[in-house]
């Protein structure tokens, strides 16, 4: 079992910046790759970005590429989602999640096997 604990949500205006954290416990985090995905309210979760186990490999969403960051600390079992020139429509719950495989690459939903509770971001226009 892998537990993760999202935090650093918030609100926001349009155009500043917030850093989220993917607290992880449990068996080694090291070995999976980790992915954020963002669920806004009458919508499905869709893919942010992701990041492979050892941290080499990054996958964006064309939505946030250039304004997000993914990275991600083994040494402390945290991984990271940076959110620059925020904007209106990137309002969601954020969550973070352990793929069952090391690579980064998925995209799905349902090649995460684990997943966090959620942090709400806000922005305002």
């Known amino acids: 079992q892998v537990q993760l604990v999202e935090s650093g949500g918030g609100l926001v205006q349009a155009g500043g910046s917030l850093r989220l954290s993917c607290a992880a416990s449990g068996r080694t985090f090291t070995s999976y790759a980790m992915g954020w995905f963002r669920q806004a309210p009458g919508k499905e979760r869709e893919f942010v970005a992701a990041?492979?186990?050892?941290?080499?490999?990054?996958y964006y969403a064309d939505s946030v590429k250039g304004r997000f960051l993914i990275s991600r600390d083994n040494a402390k079992n945290t991984g990271y989602l940076q959110m620059n020139s925020l904007k209106p429509e990137d309002t969601a719950g954020y969550y973070c999640?352990?793929?069952?495989?090391?690579?980064?690459?998925?995209?799905?939903?349902?090649?995460?096997?684990?997943w966090g509770q959620g942090t709400q971001v806000t922005v305002s226009s």
């Open positions: 999640a352990a793929d069952r495989t090391p690579y980064g690459t998925n995209r799905q939903v349902s090649s995460y096997e684990y």
């Open positions: 990041i492979s186990a050892s941290g080499g490999s990054t």
